[in-house]
C-alpha cells in the first residue's frame, strides 16, 4: 500500500488547484470585460470598423474634450452639449504642413447643408447652420516644422494655420438653436492637416476633402454623440417623439409582468411537486421536463392564433403570459424538497393549513431561490426577442427595445454604415440588466440556494 499523504502536503495541493481554479475564472473574466469595455469605446467612435482599429481617438483624448467645450461655448453658451445659437462666435483654427518645396494655399472652407445619414433624421431635420451660419477666414501664419521623410532623413517642412471665424448671420437674430454644425476644408493634396483641435470627421478624395459633422460639439457632445443621436434620431416619423424610452419603457413593464407571473407560478407549481403527492404528479413533473426542449417556434402558430382570437396581438399581455416556466418550477422544486419537512408539519400541528404553511412560512425561507428566479425571469424577459417581433408589430411606441434595436439596424446598418449608433443603442438596451447583475450578483450563487439544488 502507497504511504498516505502528509496533511501539509495535501493542503499545499488542495491551494495549488484553487489556486489555479481562481486564475482560470479570472483569465475568463478578464477576457469577457476587455470584449465589453472594448465594444463600449467603439461605440463612441465615429466609425467603429475603422482598420486598424484604434484605441486612441478624439472621445478619449482629454485635450479634445477642452477644446470641444471651448467650441460649444462659443457655438452656444453650452460647453457641455455645444450647438449653434444667435450671438455665435465660433473660432476654428487648422494647421497643414507640405515640403519645402510647395506651396500651401487657402482652404475652401464652406458649411454645407448636410442631411444626416439616415433616412429618419434626415426627416426629422428642421434647420440647417447653412441657412443661419457664415465662415470667414481670419488670419493665417507661417512657420517651419523638422519631420523625418520615409528614408529618416530630418527635412524642414513648411507649415500654416488658418484660423476661420464661424457667426451666427446678425440678419437672423432670432433664428433657432441648431445641434450641429457641419464644416468642410478643401485643400490641395500636397498640404496634409496636422492639427486641428478636433479630428475630422471623415476624409474623402483622397485627403482633399476634410469633413466635420459637428465643430461646436461641447465636451458631452463629443464624447456621446452617437448616445445623444439615439435618443433624438429614433423617432416616430408622424409626432416627432423620441422613441428609444418608449421601447424602454416597454422591455421594463413586460419583463416586471413576466418577472411576477414566473414567480407565482413556478413557487406554487414547484412547491405543489415537492410536498403534495397526488395521482399524475409524476407525469405532470415530467412533462414539465419534456416542455424545456421543445422549441418556442414549434408553438408559434397556435399561440398566435390564440392571441388573435382574444385580441391581444400588439399589446403587452400577449408577451407576458406566452411563456414556459418549466425550469423555474424545477429550481423551485429542488429548493423546497430540501427545505425541512418537519417545520411545516409543526406548523400544521399547530393548526396551519398547508396554504398558510406555504405563503408564511416556506415562502419567507425562499427567498435566495425567488430572487434567482427573478432575476433568471426578468434577464430572459428583458432579452426575449423573438416573442414580442411577432405579436407586437405596430405602432412604434408599442415595440420593446431588442425589437427596437433591429429597426436602429434598418435605418442606420447596412448602406447607411452608421454602425457607431447601432452599437450604442445596443448598450442602452443591456444597462438595466447589468444593474440588475451587479446589484444581485451574490444572490445567484448563494450558499442556502445551492445546498438547495443539491
Aim: hydrophobic share 50%; proline share 5%; aromatic share 10%.
Amino acid at each position: 500500500m502507497m504511504a498516505s499523504m502528509p496533511a501539509g502536503a495535501l493542503r499545499r495541493r488542495q491551494l495549488a488547484a484553487s489556486a489555479w481554479v481562481y486564475l482560470a475564472f479570472l483569465a475568463v473574466a478578464t477576457i469577457m470585460a476587455g470584449t465589453f469595455v472594448l465594444a463600449f469605446i467603439a461605440s463612441l467612435k465615429v466609425d467603429p470598423l475603422e482598420r486598424p482599429f484604434r484605441i486612441y481617438f478624439d472621445q478619449l483624448n482629454p485635450a479634445a474634450w477642452v477644446a470641444a467645450a471651448r467650441l460649444g461655448r462659443e457655438g452656444a453658451g453650452d460647453a457641455l452639449w455645444g450647438g449653434l445659437a444667435p450671438g455665435a462666435n465660433v473660432h476654428f483654427s487648422v494647421t497643414y504642413a507640405a515640403p519645402a518645396d510647395a506651396r500651401i494655399v487657402e482652404p475652401r472652407a464652406e458649411i454645407p447643408r448636410r442631411r444626416p445619414g439616415s433616412g429618419i433624421a434626415a426627416a426629422l431635420m428642421r434647420h440647417y447652420a447653412a441657412d443661419y451660419a457664415s465662415i470667414a477666414l481670419r488670419s493665417s501664419s507661417s512657420a517651419t516644422k523638422q519631420a523625418r521623410d520615409k528614408r529618416g532623413i530630418r527635412q524642414g517642412w513648411q507649415a500654416r494655420t488658418f484660423v476661420y471665424e464661424i457667426t451666427y448671420r446678425s440678419d437672423r437674430h432670432n433664428g433657432p438653436w441648431i445641434e450641429r454644425t457641419p464644416v468642410n476644408l478643401t485643400a490641395p493634396t500636397s498640404q496634409t492637416l496636422i492639427d486641428s483641435p478636433i479630428s475630422p470627421s471623415r476624409s474623402e478624395r483622397r485627403g482633399r476633402l476634410l469633413s466635420w459633422d459637428n465643430i461646436t460639439p461641447g465636451a458631452l457632445g463629443l464624447i456621446f454623440n452617437n448616445y445623444r443621436r439615439v435618443i433624438s434620431e429614433t423617432a416616430d416619423l408622424q409626432t416627432g417623439k423620441s422613441l428609444i424610452g418608449s421601447w424602454l419603457g416597454n422591455s421594463l413593464a413586460i419583463a416586471t409582468g413576466r418577472l411576477v407571473l414566473t414567480l407565482v407560478v413556478a413557487s406554487l407549481a414547484g412547491y405543489a411537486l415537492a410536498r403534495l403527492k397526488f395521482r399524475g404528479s409524476r407525469l405532470l413533473f415530467a412533462a414539465a421536463l419534456f416542455s424545456m426542449t421543445i422549441p418556442a417556434q414549434v408553438t408559434f402558430v397556435s399561440n398566435y392564433l390564440i392571441f388573435r382570437d382574444l385580441s391581444l396581438l400588439n399589446t403587452p399581455w400577449s408577451v407576458i403570459v406566452v411563456f414556459v416556466a418549466s425550469a423555474n418550477v424545477l429550481l423551485m422544486k429542488q429548493f423546497f424538497e430540501g427545505f425541512p419537512s418537519e417545520i411545516e408539519e409543526a406548523a400544521i400541528v399547530d393548526g396551519a393549513n398547508r396554504f398558510q404553511v406555504f405563503c408564511k412560512i416556506v415562502l419567507p425561507n425562499a427567498k435566495p431561490a425567488l430572487l434567482v428566479n427573478a432575476i433568471l425571469a426578468f434577464q430572459g424577459a428583458w432579452n426575449d426577442f423573438f416573442w414580442p417581433l411577432v405579436l407586437i408589430t405596430s405602432p412604434p411606441e408599442a415595440l420593446t427595445i431588442q425589437v427596437g434595436l433591429l429597426s436602429l439596424r434598418r435605418s442606420f446598418g447596412g448602406v447607411q454604415g452608421d454602425w457607431g449608433l447601432v452599437l450604442a443603442g445596443a448598450f442602452i438596451s443591456i444597462v438595466p440588466v447589468v444593474i440588475l447583475f451587479v446589484l444581485f450578483q451574490r444572490h445567484i450563487v448563494s450558499t442556502e440556494f445551492a445546498k438547495g439544488t443539491t
